[in-house]
């Protein structure tokens, strides 16, 4: 069955999550009130921790620890944190106050706390059941074309929006902790899991009349990515959640959301550097095999993970470039395309015989998203990303067995507005949609750009909003690829 994946929308700043950390101070640093420092270590956590990490040492975003920071100085970085930057930076001017930016600025100029480590044990005692697996419904109980449901993030709010295509109506609000990043479901759609920026992850039915949350667990304190197994017999029996940190991933009961299997993502890089924040970014179902295909963001490394045997588990660590994001399939949904984004490449890999097959230098920092697929005249089949860090599309061929001379090699680029984050297609549609968010101008941020297919030419922007302080982004399409949703992303407001 076709899946839909989720729009975003944030409410305002999410509060009461604590980031378990210590706040000892060296005397001959920067300082700040032990409040203060409270304060802008969970504004850290919530706004900048996923680009440049727990213990600051960059990924996506640049090095933050002390040595860098106390460079730069006290009014240097305040002034970034307020207009943000070209190579991709958000300005938080309409987020934090100038008071939280000046105690923000102060707070990257001392030395991280010690971030907290998490137990299966911790895991295990987290596990809530709200609906029983015996009583789950055995029927739709709302008599509504289910299957064409959006499941949606409202972020900042914590909350999922459970929408119905075919009316526009929203059936449901559910609780699902902070900043939920991603949401996936089991083979059939029935059920799906959200994972939160506070490692909470969350079993939702859309059976019910109306839909709800039936169990959840917490694998980790800041985590990104979830997915469940959908392979032979072990269809929809497991789920895996990717922790930022603690660094690892955690491998649960699908039914009960117990945790099961805990492993570290420490480890040595691709330039034979140890790695203490070795990262999951991004964690994907593989069709042909009883696997997961884990990225590792700072080890440069995609991990397949081999579900068949928990107590013995199987794993190729496939070596490719840092710093890991996130990918999607190609159409035939063996080989798997990830971006290395700040190492301005995609990255291939074989899902059936677990290697590493490609790389391919695109514009600045590419960010696909959920990624688009097509078929191009004279490429033949290919995928395309966007950018975080200039406004542009890159194409290339993904075919290697129909069309080995365009395999992993560029198609074409192409020109937008503005820097963005997310690409979409539909089989049924003649045209690609771009959002571009990363752009300064309102005017920009706020619309989409529409490529199409047969011309490779931008023929259209819509502007989707000109809510003030909004942005557009994350499409979506419906069941038969005849609306697209859009999100409206309301910084520092109401939605």
Same mark, same amino acid.
């Given at each position: 069955?076709?899946?839909?994946?989720?729009?975003?929308?944030?409410?305002?700043?999410?509060?009461?999550?604590?980031?378990?950390?210590?706040?000892?101070?060296?005397?001959?640093?920067?300082?700040?009130?032990?409040?203060?420092?409270?304060?802008?270590?969970?504004?850290?956590?919530?706004?900048?921790?996923?680009?440049?990490?727990?213990?600051?040492?960059?990924?996506?975003?640049?090095?933050?620890?002390?040595?860098?920071?106390?460079?730069?100085?006290?009014?240097?970085?305040?002034?970034?944190?307020?207009?943000?930057?070209?190579?991709?930076?958000?300005?938080?001017?309409?987020?934090?106050?100038?008071?939280?930016?000046?105690?923000?600025?102060?707070?990257?100029?001392?030395?991280?706390?010690?971030?907290?480590?998490?137990?299966?044990?911790?895991?295990?005692?987290?596990?809530? +059941?709200?609906?029983?697996?015996?009583?789950?419904?055995?029927?739709?109980?709302?008599?509504?074309?289910?299957?064409?449901?959006?499941?949606?993030?409202?972020?900042?709010?914590?909350?999922?929006?459970?929408?119905?295509?075919?009316?526009?109506?929203?059936?449901?609000?559910?609780?699902?902790?902070?900043?939920?990043?991603?949401?996936?479901?089991?083979?059939?759609?029935?059920?799906?899991?959200?994972?939160?920026?506070?490692?909470?992850?969350?079993?939702?039915?859309?059976?019910?009349?109306?839909?709800?949350?039936?169990?959840?667990?917490?694998?980790?304190?800041?985590?990104?990515? +979830?997915?469940?197994?959908?392979?032979?017999?072990?269809?929809?029996?497991?789920?895996?959640?990717?922790?930022?940190?603690?660094?690892?991933?955690?491998?649960?009961?699908?039914?009960?959301?117990?945790?099961?299997?805990?492993?570290?993502?420490?480890?040595?890089?691709?330039?034979?550097?140890?790695?203490?924040?070795?990262?999951?970014?991004?964690?994907?179902?593989?069709?042909?095999?009883?696997?997961?295909?884990?990225?590792?963001?700072?080890?440069?490394?995609?991990?397949?993970?081999?579900?068949?045997?928990?107590?013995?588990?199987? +794993?190729?660590?496939?070596?490719?470039?840092?710093?890991?994001?996130?990918?999607?399939?190609?159409?035939?949904?063996?080989?798997?395309?990830?971006?290395?984004?700040?190492?301005?490449?995609?990255?291939?890999?074989?899902?059936?015989?677990?290697?590493?097959?490609?790389?391919?230098?695109?514009?600045?920092?590419?960010?696909?998203?959920?990624?688009?697929?097509?078929?191009?005249?004279?490429?033949?089949?290919?995928?395309?990303?966007?950018?975080?860090?200039?406004?542009?599309?890159?194409?290339?061929?993904?075919?290697?067995?129909?069309?080995?001379?365009?395999?992993?090699?560029?198609?074409?680029?192409?020109?937008?507005?503005?820097?963005?984050?997310? +690409?979409?297609?539909?089989?049924?549609?003649?045209?690609?949609?771009?959002?571009?968010?990363?752009?300064?101008?309102?005017?920009?941020?706020?619309?989409?750009?529409?490529?199409?297919?047969?011309?490779?030419?931008?023929?259209?922007?819509?502007?989707?909003?000109?809510?003030?302080?909004?942005?557009?982004?994350?499409?979506?399409?419906?069941?038969?690829?005849?609306?697209?949703?859009?999100?409206?992303?309301?910084?520092?407001?109401?939605?």
């Amino acid at each position: 069955m076709r899946k839909f994946a989720f729009g975003t929308s944030v409410l305002g700043l999410a509060a009461g999550f604590m980031f378990g950390m210590g706040s000892a101070v060296s005397a001959a640093e920067p300082t700040l009130s032990e409040a203060d420092f409270e304060e802008a270590k969970l504004l850290y956590f919530q706004r900048c921790a996923g680009c440049h990490g727990a213990e600051r040492k960059g990924a996506t975003g640049k090095n933050l620890e002390p040595k860098a920071t106390q460079k730069l100085g006290q009014k240097r970085l305040e002034k970034i944190i307020t207009l943000g930057t070209e190579g991709g930076m958000n300005n938080f001017d309409d987020i934090f106050s100038k008071d939280q930016i000046s105690k923000l600025a102060t707070y990257i100029q001392m030395t991280p706390p010690k971030p907290a480590e998490m137990s299966l044990e911790q895991m295990k005692k987290s596990v809530k +059941i709200y609906v029983k697996p015996e009583d789950y419904v055995k029927k739709p109980m709302h008599g509504r074309n289910w299957e064409n449901f959006f499941v949606v993030i409202l972020r900042d709010a914590g909350k999922m929006a459970i929408i119905d295509g075919d009316t526009k109506e929203v059936l449901s609000k559910l609780d699902a902790g902070y900043a939920v990043h991603v949401t996936k479901e089991t083979s059939d759609g029935r059920f799906w899991y959200t994972i939160g920026r506070d490692g909470k992850q969350n079993k939702i039915d859309l059976w019910m009349d109306p839909p709800q949350v039936v169990a959840e667990s917490q694998v980790a304190y800041d985590a990104r990515d +979830i997915a469940v197994s959908h392979y032979g017999d072990f269809k929809d029996k497991y789920v895996i959640a990717g922790g930022y940190w603690p660094p690892h991933f955690v491998i649960s009961d699908a039914v009960t959301m117990e945790p099961l299997k805990v492993v570290s993502t420490r480890g040595v890089n691709v330039d034979g550097a140890f790695v203490n924040e070795a990262r999951v970014a991004a964690i994907y179902n593989t069709p042909h095999a009883p696997t997961w295909m884990v990225a590792v963001k700072e080890l440069g490394q995609v991990w397949q993970v081999d579900y068949s045997d928990l107590d013995n588990l199987r +794993i190729e660590q496939m070596d490719s470039h840092k710093f890991l994001h996130d990918g999607f399939f190609d159409p035939s949904q063996k080989y798997f395309q990830i971006a290395a984004n700040a190492s301005n490449r995609m990255e291939f890999f074989d899902t059936t015989t677990r290697k590493f097959v490609g790389s391919l230098e695109t514009g600045k920092m590419p960010h696909p998203g959920p990624g688009a697929n097509w078929t191009d005249e004279k490429c033949g089949p290919v995928g395309a990303t966007g950018h975080i860090g200039e406004g542009m599309i890159t194409v290339w061929g993904n075919d290697p067995e129909g069309h080995p001379d365009q395999a992993w090699k560029t198609c074409y680029k192409t020109e937008t507005d503005g820097a963005g984050l997310f +690409i979409r297609t539909h089989p049924n549609s003649p045209y690609v949609f771009m959002d571009q968010p990363k752009h300064p101008e309102p005017e920009v941020q706020q619309s989409i750009q529409i490529l199409d297919k047969k011309t490779r030419k931008i023929v259209k922007t819509i502007r989707v909003t000109d809510r003030e302080k909004s942005i557009a982004l994350h499409g979506e399409f419906n069941k038969d690829g005849s609306e697209l949703w859009v999100s409206v992303w309301a910084r520092g407001g109401k939605a």
